[in-house]
């Protein structure tokens, strides 16, 4: 499963000094890995997270591998919409432009909770909290005059498509797998939507699946649910297929499509694609990509933040 290059190769002779890359979820696994990339081009790179040892580990864990490293942290906690406007506004006190927004961190099949402002904890956290984090940098990411928002998605969309009249499940008993697949469907609808508003200020959008990759993400799921995985997921016959017990790839490969989201040349006049192992990739399903739900999702999202924002 590793037929895809590292994260660190597809950064190989990338130039990217005097530009800012803030990644949220920078702390482990794959936002982890992103920054010692980005990193490594020379951009100053952002790290938001929520927890600030593991911000401050992974901060001492980059100056070693790369001495030269510019790098600043945030404390970023997306299932607070009050937290999520301290960290842009410390972003803004670092930033005063963003060239590449890396929507990457996420949780994934949590047992049913709410964030503190009421929306199910994976939609908040992976959808909602992204969508108001990108809003409130807006500003940041036009001022760069060309710009990359990279929103990790996942082939796990399949498992659901976002139900628009229940998105929060107040109305329905809840399913983790299928929360968690809502979730990742918003984070494309969000990618297409984005580019869409955002392309003609220079500022381009992408959804990324980065493999099955052995991460902490996994942290909630019992062996049940990686047999029931397995067994749910559809096989696409145009691509392998995969056993998410056996096939799995590390973070130094997983986060190369991510990275080439964020520098790859080819994507410079591209956007609103979904991305898989360094390539554009056609076979994601198709609610997924459609448009006019993009655009209801969008002002849903907008009206759901203004609101609990107002306290309402
Ligand atoms: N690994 C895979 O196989 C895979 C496959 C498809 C898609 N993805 C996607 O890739 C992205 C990265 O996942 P990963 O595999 O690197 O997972 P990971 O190792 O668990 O890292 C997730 C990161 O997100 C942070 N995070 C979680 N909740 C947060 C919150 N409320 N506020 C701020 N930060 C928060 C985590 O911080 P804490 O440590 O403090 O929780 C951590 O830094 C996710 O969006 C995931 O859906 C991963």
């Known amino acids: 499963m590793t037929s895809t290059p590292t994260a660190l190769e597809v950064v190989d002779g990338v130039d990217l000094t005097g530009k800012i890359c803030v990644i949220t979820g920078a702390s482990a696994g794959l936002g982890r890995e992103s920054a010692r990339a980005l990193a490594k081009t020379g951009a100053h790179v952002i790290l938001a997270a929520r927890n600030r040892a593991a911000l401050a580990d992974t901060e001492a864990w980059i100056r070693a591998e790369v001495p030269d490293a510019v790098i600043s942290t945030v404390e970023l906690d997306l299932t607070s919409l009050a937290a999520i406007r301290s960290a842009a506004k410390a972003i803004d006190a670092i930033a005063p432009a963003i060239h ?26 992976n959808h909602l909290g992204h969508f108001e984090l990108t809003r409130l940098l807006e500003p940041q990411l036009a001022m760069a005059g060309g710009a990359r928002i990279v929103n990790l998605s996942s082939d796990g969309h399949r498992l659901a498509d976002v ?22 469907t918003a984070n494309i609808l969000h990618a297409v939507e984005l580019d869409r508003r955002l392309r003609d200020r220079a500022i381009r959008a ?38 998410v017990r056996r096939d799995f790839s590390m973070p130094e490969h997983g986060a190369a499509t991510q990275v080439w989201a964020a520098v790859g040349d080819d994507l410079a006049d591209v956007g609103s694609v979904y991305l898989a192992d360094c390539r554009i990739q056609e ?6 990509m459609d448009e006019a739900r993009a655009r209801r999702l969008w002002e849903i999202s907008e009206r759901f933040c203004t609101d609990a924002s107002a306290g309402h």
């Open 100 to 125: 590449v927004l890396m929507n990457n961190a996420g949780v994934m099949f949590t047992p049913f909770g709410r964030t503190t402002d009421g929306f199910e904890m994976q939609f908040g956290t």
């Open 163 to 184: 139900d628009l009249d229940d998105p929060n499940w107040q109305h329905r008993e809840y399913d983790k797998f299928a929360a968690y697949g809502a979730s990742k």
């Open 206 to 243: 992408y959804a990324v699946h980065p493999g099955v990759v052995a991460t902490s993400l996994a942290r909630h799921m019992s062996r049940d649910d990686f047999t029931a995985l397995t067994e749910f997921v559809p096989s696409d016959p145009a691509r392998d297929k995969v056993d």
């Open 283 to 288: 076979d994601m399903a198709p609610y997924a």
